[in-house]
């Protein structure tokens, strides 16, 4: 099981989701408040809950760069790997997935996209600059930037 927006969730029922084994599904980007905003994200990590995060398009922007920004932007912030987990493994696991995607290895898809700067050397503020540079589906090049 899983709960949508669970940023919303309160404080308090925050344990509630480990206790019951439930996916915390959250949408950085949709819910950001700006680069001093307080976030969630490390409590529910604090204690080991399943991850997965999304953009709720087209309620907002497709692009996973906005919210891993917006996922590691602010105080008590979450790093950059763990807000990349979040929207790979962890978005894989939370749709019964984690065996065919969600991470690159043997036997998995190879859809994957390469980004024009490495996201986890640079500052959180710069994450959002960052642009896919080319993607790939089923190991096949299917977009480059000019
Ligand atoms: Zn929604």
Do not use: C
């Not at 927006?5 to 029922?13: C, I, L, P, V, W």
């Not at 309620?59 to 891993?68: A, R, V």
């Not at 490495?118 to 710069?126: A, L």
């Amino acid at each position: 099981m899983r709960v949508e927006h669970a940023q919303n969730a309160a404080t308090e029922d925050i344990p509630r989701f480990v206790r019951s084994n439930i996916i915390a599904s959250m949408q950085p980007w949709l819910f950001f408040n700006g680069p001093s905003q307080q976030t969630v994200y490390k409590k529910y990590l604090d204690i080991n809950t399943p991850l997965a995060f999304g953009s709720d398009a087209a309620i907002t922007d497709f692009n996973p760069l906005l919210g891993i920004y917006a996922a590691v932007a602010g105080a008590d912030a979450m790093t950059v790997e763990q807000a990349v987990r979040a929207y790979t493994i962890g978005s894989a696991y939370a749709e019964f997935q984690e065996k065919m995607k969600g991470t690159i290895e043997a036997g998995k898809l190879a859809d994957f996209v390469l980004i024009d700067r490495d996201i986890f050397k640079m500052p959180p503020s710069e994450i959002k600059s960052a642009k896919v540079a080319a993607t790939f589906v089923d190991g096949v090049q299917v977009y480059a930037s000019k």
